[in-house]
C-alpha cells in the first residue's frame, strides 16, 4: 500500500475517521447537521495518529460545548444550528419552524464568518427578503419578513452572549415599512359567505354526509385552532355551563402526530360557548352515543370530542378534507347534479331543497383552510364591534397588539365606516360674491 492511500478503521457515526496521507495523518469528523439538512463536518492534519485523535476529540468536545472550533472559523450556519439545539423550551415543530425562518435569512448570509457579519450585511437581506417571490406568486409577507429577523437577532444575541462578538449586528436592522399586502395571507369570508358555508355544512351534517362540521364549526363560531379542535376530549366541555376549555392539542409533528401542550400559556383558556356551537355538540353527543352503540365491544374509551366511528382519535388531516367536501358543494352546477348515482342519492329527499337553496345561493366559495375558518371568526367578531381584548383572549393570543396586527386592515375598516362629523357643511356654501353683496 502507497503512502498515500487511505487506510481507515471502521468507527461508529459521529465518531470519526483517522488516516495516514503521507507523513502525516488526516482527520474528518461529522458534528450534526445544519438548518438545511446538509453535514456540519471538520477536518485537519496533524504529525502523528496521537495528535490527530487529540484534535479530532477537542473539535467534538467544543461542539457538544456549543463552540463550533475556534471562534474566529464559526461561520453564521454553523451558528444557527447550535442555536436551534439551544431552544429547548419549544416545541419540535415550533423549532422545525424557527428553522425554516431562519433558512430564507441563511441562503444569503449562511456561510459568512459570524464576526464578519455587519449591519450593511444584514440591511442588504432584508431588502432582498422583501422582494423575495413566495408561493402563489405573492412577495415574503411583513409578518414573515419580521418572525425571520427576530430569530436572526436570538442567534447573534446567543453569538454575544458566548463572547464570539461583541456587539450584536442586528441592533441597528429595523423591520421596513415595505409595501406589503399583509391581508393576502388572511383569507377571511365575508359574512354572506360565512352564513351560506354553516348553511351548507349544517345540512350536510344532518344529512349524514359530513360528520365532522361541529369540529369545522368551532374553528368558524369560536376561532379555535385545528390542533385545538382536534385535541379536545368530552371532559374538557361542559354544556351545562355553556364552557369549553383549551388543555392540549394533536398536532402534525416531524415525528408524527403528537399529543401535548396549547401552543402558548395564554393558549390553555376556557371559554364561554355561543348557544349555536352549544346547541351543535349536544346534537353531536347524540350522534357519537349512536355509534358507540354500534361499535359494541369495539369502541375505544377515550373520552375524545370528535372521535373516528371506533372512538379513536381522528387524524387532523380528515378535518381539512371535511372542509374540502363541503366547498365542493358550494358549487352552483352542483344543484344540476342530481341525476341517478350522483351523491345527491345520499341526500334525504326532506332535505334536498333545502340544500339547493343553498347551494345556488351564489359563487363557489375560495378554497380555504380549517386555520382560514379561525381568521374568518376573528375578523367577523371584530366587524360585530367585540372589543378586540375579547376577540384576543378568545383566539388565544398573548396580547390585544398580536390581535391588532393581524387585524388591523379589518378594525381600519370599521373606524373608517364610523366616521362622525360633528360640523357638517352647509349644503350650499354662499359664493364670496354674493357674501360681499350682503
Known amino acids: 500500500m502507497t503512502g498515500g492511500e487511505r487506510k481507515t478503521k471502521a468507527r461508529g457515526n459521529g465518531e470519526g475517521t483517522v488516516w495516514k496521507e503521507g507523513d502525516l495523518y488526516r482527520w474528518q469528523v461529522t458534528l450534526g447537521y445544519n438548518t438545511a439538512g446538509k453535514r456540519i463536518?471538520?477536518?485537519?492534519?496533524?504529525?502523528?495518529?496521537?495528535?490527530?485523535?487529540?484534535a479530532m476529540n477537542k473539535v467534538q468536545a467544543d461542539y457538544s460545548r456549543g463552540l463550533i472550533g475556534e471562534p474566529d472559523k464559526v461561520i453564521v450556519e454553523d451558528f444557527a444550528a447550535r442555536w436551534l439545539r439551544r431552544q429547548h423550551d419549544v416545541t419540535p415543530r415550533t423549532a422545525k419552524k424557527y428553522g425554516q425562518e431562519l433558512g430564507y435569512a441563511l441562503e444569503h448570509i449562511g456561510s459568512m464568518r459570524l464576526q464578519d457579519v455587519r449591519p450593511h450585511h444584514l440591511k442588504d437581506v432584508v431588502a432582498r427578503l422583501a422582494a423575495r417571490e413566495m408561493r402563489n406568486d405573492t412577495r415574503m409577507s411583513r409578518s414573515t419578513l419580521g418572525r425571520t429577523l427576530t430569530r436572526l437577532r436570538g442567534v447573534f444575541k446567543e453569538a454575544v452572549a458566548d463572547q464570539i462578538i461583541y456587539v450584536n449586528p442586528m441592533d441597528g436592522v429595523k423591520l421596513p415599512k415595505i409595501s406589503v399586502n399583509e391581508t393576502a395571507s388572511?383569507?377571511?369570508l365575508s359574512p354572506d359567505q360565512?352564513?351560506?358555508?354553516?348553511?351548507?355544512?349544517?345540512?350536510?351534517?344532518?344529512?349524514?354526509?359530513?360528520?365532522?362540521?361541529?369540529?369545522?364549526?368551532?374553528?368558524?363560531?369560536?376561532?379555535?385552532?385545528?390542533?385545538?379542535?382536534?385535541?379536545?376530549?368530552?371532559a374538557d366541555v361542559d354544556l351545562d355551563r355553556g364552557t369549553l376549555r383549551i388543555r392540549q392539542t394533536r398536532v402534525m409533528d416531524v415525528q408524527g402526530i403528537v399529543t401535548g401542550n396549547p401552543k402558548t400559556t395564554n393558549s390553555r383558556r376556557e371559554l364561554h360557548m355561543p348557544a349555536s356551537v352549544s346547541a351543535l355538540l349536544r346534537r353531536h353527543r347524540v350522534a357519537q352515543d349512536a355509534e358507540r352503540a354500534t361499535a359494541g365491544p369495539e369502541w375505544q374509551s377515550g373520552g375524545v370530542l370528535f372521535a373516528t366511528a371506533l372512538g379513536e382519535w381522528t387524524h387532523p388531516d380528515n378535518l381539512n378534507r371535511a372542509l374540502s367536501a363541503v366547498l365542493s358543494w358550494t358549487e352552483p352546477t352542483r344543484a344540476a347534479q342530481d341525476g341517478q348515482g350522483s351523491v345527491w342519492t345520499r341526500v334525504p329527499r326532506d332535505l334536498r331543497d333545502a340544500l339547493k337553496v343553498a347551494v345556488v345561493a351564489g359563487e363557489r366559495l375560495p378554497d380555504i383552510s380549517p386555520h382560514d375558518l379561525r381568521h374568518t371568526y376573528a375578523t367577523l367578531a371584530l366587524r360585530h364591534g367585540v372589543p378586540v381584548e375579547v376577540v384576543s383572549k378568545n383566539l388565544g393570543h398573548g396580547s390585544p397588539a398580536i390581535t391588532l396586527t393581524v387585524y388591523r386592515h379589518v378594525l381600519d375598516d370599521e373606524l373608517r365606516a364610523t366616521v362622525v362629523d360633528l360640523f357638517p357643511a352647509p349644503a350650499v356654501l354662499p359664493s364670496p360674491a354674493a357674501a360681499v353683496l350682503n
Open 41 to 54: 463536518t471538520r477536518s485537519g492534519r496533524a504529525d502523528s495518529k496521537k495528535a490527530a485523535h487529540d
Open 186 to 188: 388572511v383569507k377571511a
Open 194 to 234: 360565512a352564513a351560506r358555508l354553516h348553511g351548507i355544512g349544517l345540512t350536510l351534517y344532518d344529512a349524514g354526509l359530513c360528520r365532522l362540521w361541529p369540529a369545522l364549526f368551532l374553528s368558524l363560531g369560536m376561532g379555535l385552532r385545528r390542533g385545538e379542535v382536534m385535541g379536545l376530549k368530552w
